[in-house]
């Protein structure tokens, strides 16, 4: 290997390292109705897309007022699927966020949160 294929492996290495993060979701249901769990794959009438912000690779949540609990809540869900998805937004906003704030200091995620308002009957399976 060269030294400029190594200086090119190096500075690929450096780019790519604040594209990388840790981040936390709360998965918590609002306090009143059961909120049940529904596998990934089951059909869902109702589905909602955010971005968090998050400071310091993940560790600190910039967004706390956006949280899967507000979206379960206002739209009455019975039924919850909860994860976090890289959206192309995601990874737009994190490159500009990273030359602004270099070590990706700022960073985005995409939460997303399905659901039903009724219960669905699964036994029939």
């Known amino acids: 290997m060269t030294l400029r294929t190594r200086t090119a492996t190096a500075a690929l290495l450096v ?28 059909p869902v009438e109702v589905t ?6 998050y400071a310091i690779w993940g560790i ?37 966020y990273t030359l602004l704030f270099p070590a990706g200091i700022i960073l985005p995620q995409t939460i997303v949160v399905e659901g039903n308002r009724t219960r669905t009957d699964r036994t029939a399976d």
């Not at 790519?16 to 596998?39: H, K, N, S």
């Open 48 to 53: 909602r897309r955010y971005q968090k912000w």
């Open 15 to 42: 780019a790519l390292l604040p594209q990388t993060a840790c981040f936390t979701v709360e998965g918590v249901a609002p306090y009143g109705p059961d909120v049940t769990l529904i596998p990934g794959g089951e």
């Open 60 to 96: 600190f949540d910039l967004t706390p007022s956006a949280n899967p609990r507000d979206v379960i809540k206002r739209e009455e869900l019975v039924e919850v699927r909860i994860y976090t998805e890289d959206a192309v937004e995601d990874a737009i906003s994190g490159f500009f």
